[in-house]
């Protein structure tokens, strides 16, 4: 019989599994709205997610948070950026989904972590070892052959991986929690959506109100599906190590690439299958690379 973990970084593992796991499976929900547009598809992703997200702030009585973040001005600004970005990356993802790129967006988050690493690097001074320097070089090559290969650009793919990479160094600017900020940024992200919303009801186009019932129940569960899995990100964030956190991010692209292949049959070409195997390759390089340099840590601390 299956028994619920009992100590915090046991709970913090599960919940991380299941965050990543429902990132990984969000392909399947984008695809039971493929009828619908992208933009409008976003357009309700922002609305449900404010009035899931101001709920929940609500019933765990941390509203006031968002407000000590609406009297900060500078993050004000800050998060205007970022929400600019994460609607930017919404709208490039589910388009993409929607449109049989499902394979390009797996490859944008396998290589959003490397990327992180260059941003690290050159905009907060952090330092990357040699090896996490041949795992960057090694997805800029997978991705180089590819371009030269199939002689397109892997615009999704980048445009996916550099917007979130990007939107993660703004958010490490900041001092604010996870869910208030995302509260602000779907808040700033809502009077165009509601504009768009309306033009749509007006035109006659739109959606909502002429949908069936079923597809009105998923837009309302786009608040849900938006915002559990970060809930769960930001539990286990809290209750286990960042270097375990850093290897359970793969299962999210991972389970997207096999959903692709395996599920919805989306053709891999061998050139493509190169590129994956450069970006696994890298992320194999630069996992045993942060183990190890969590190992020396740990071992120096207990000496100390």
Do not use: D
Request: net charge positive; proline share 4%.
């Amino acid at each position: 019989m299956l028994s619920f973990p009992q100590t915090p970084a046991a709970r913090g593992v599960l919940a991380g599994v299941l965050a990543f796991l429902g990132w990984g499976f969000m392909p399947l929900f984008w695809l039971e709205l493929v009828t619908i547009s992208s933009i409008e598809i976003v357009v309700h992703r922002i609305l449900w997610s404010f009035v899931f997200l101001l709920c929940w702030l609500l019933a765990t009585k941390e509203l006031g948070k968002v407000w000590l973040i609406l009297h900060q001005p500078k993050h004000l600004g800050l998060l205007a950026c970022s929400s600019a970005l994460l609607g930017g990356n919404w709208l490039l993802y589910i388009w993409a989904v929607n449109n049989g790129h499902v394979l390009a967006t797996s490859l944008g988050y396998f290589i959003n972590p490397l990327l992180n690493v260059l941003i690290g690097r050159f905009l907060f001074g952090e330092k990357a070892s040699p090896l996490a320097w041949c795992a960057i070089a090694l997805a800029f090559f997978g991705v180089g052959y590819q371009v030269v290969a199939l002689g397109a650009f892997p615009f999704v793919a980048l445009g996916l991986g550099v917007s979130f990479a990007m939107y993660g160094a703004l958010r490490k600017t900041m001092l604010v929690e996870t869910v208030p900020a995302l509260l602000v940024e779907t808040f700033v992200l809502l009077p165009p959506a509601l504009v768009y919303a309306v033009w749509l009801w007006w035109e006659g186009s739109g959606s909502f109100g002429h949908a069936t019932g079923y597809t009105h129940m998923l837009f309302v569960l786009l608040g849900v599906v938006t915002t559990v899995p970060l809930l769960l990100f930001t539990f286990a964030a809290r209750n286990i190590k960042l270097t375990t956190l850093g290897l359970l991010q793969y299962l999210a692209p991972s389970t997207v690439f096999l959903l692709g292949v395996f599920v919805l049959h989306e053709p891999l070409h061998v050139e493509e299958l190169v590129t994956f195997a450069c970006i696994w390759a890298a992320i194999g390089l630069y996992s045993w690379e942060s183990l190890r340099q969590h190992r020396k840590q740990a071992a120096h601390s207990v000496q100390k």
